[in-house]
């Protein structure tokens, strides 16, 4: 045998985060109930004649992008690692979800799955570069220090 190996972790475990299912369950169940509830105050401004019906298209569009937005936002709360990946993986998720549900409910009629995917995908990536972003610039102060310059004070 090799002897003792021992392997090194570079994280402490904390026990906060879920499992990898989980977490992509509750984002994509929270994307598909937000799509939901905006859809009924969609339909419900449009039966109040507050929107015409001609504009139910941005309100989908936004709809799409709010919920996969805050999908993902949520996915990767609870997960809180791998941040890039499942950002997009929750936005796949939420796509096959709205496609399953379109094929259950309305036989199957595909038409705009693929602008739906691409504005999904969006909501996706804005979320995405903000965690990536904010990963980056919080560093912690041990870190802060290595990177200072040490300059030398010849008065010493």
Same mark, same amino acid.
Request: hydrophobic residues 45%.
């Given at each position: 045998?090799? @002897?003792?190996?021992?392997?090194?972790?570079?994280?402490?475990?904390?026990?906060?985060?879920?499992?990898?299912?989980?977490?992509?369950?509750?984002?994509?169940?929270?994307?598909?109930?937000?799509?939901?509830?905006?859809?009924?105050?969609?339909?419900?401004?449009?039966? %109040?004649?507050?929107?015409?019906?001609?504009?139910?298209?941005?309100?989908?569009?936004?709809?799409?992008?709010?919920?996969?937005?805050?999908?993902?936002?949520?996915?990767?709360?609870?997960?809180?690692?791998?941040?890039?990946?499942?950002?997009?993986?929750?936005?796949?998720?939420?796509?096959?979800?709205? %496609?399953?549900?379109?094929?259950?409910?309305?036989? @199957?009629?595909?038409? @705009?799955?693929?602008?739906?995917?691409?504005?999904?995908?969006? @909501?996706?990536?804005?979320?995405?570069?903000?965690?990536?972003?904010?990963?980056?610039?919080?560093?912690?102060?041990?870190?802060?220090?290595?990177?200072?310059?040490?300059?030398?004070?010849?008065?010493?």
């Amino acid at each position: 045998g090799r @002897g003792d190996v021992h392997m090194t972790y570079n994280r402490k475990v904390t026990g906060r985060a879920l499992s990898t299912p989980a977490a992509f369950t509750i984002g994509v169940c929270s994307s598909i109930g937000i799509t939901l509830l905006l859809s009924a105050i969609l339909a419900k401004l449009i039966s %109040l004649e507050k929107l015409e019906w001609e504009k139910i298209g941005y309100g989908i569009i936004v709809i799409l992008l709010i919920a996969s937005a805050i999908g993902a936002k949520v996915t990767c709360l609870v997960l809180k690692r791998r941040k890039i990946l499942c950002c997009f993986l929750s936005g796949g998720l939420y796509w096959l979800g709205l %496609l399953i549900i379109a094929a259950l409910f309305y036989g @199957g009629q595909y038409s @705009g799955i693929g602008v739906s995917g691409a504005i999904i995908l969006c @909501g996706c990536a804005v979320v995405c570069l903000q965690e990536v972003r904010s990963d980056c610039c919080t560093k912690t102060p041990a870190a802060k220090g290595k990177r200072r310059k040490k300059h030398y004070n010849p008065g010493r």
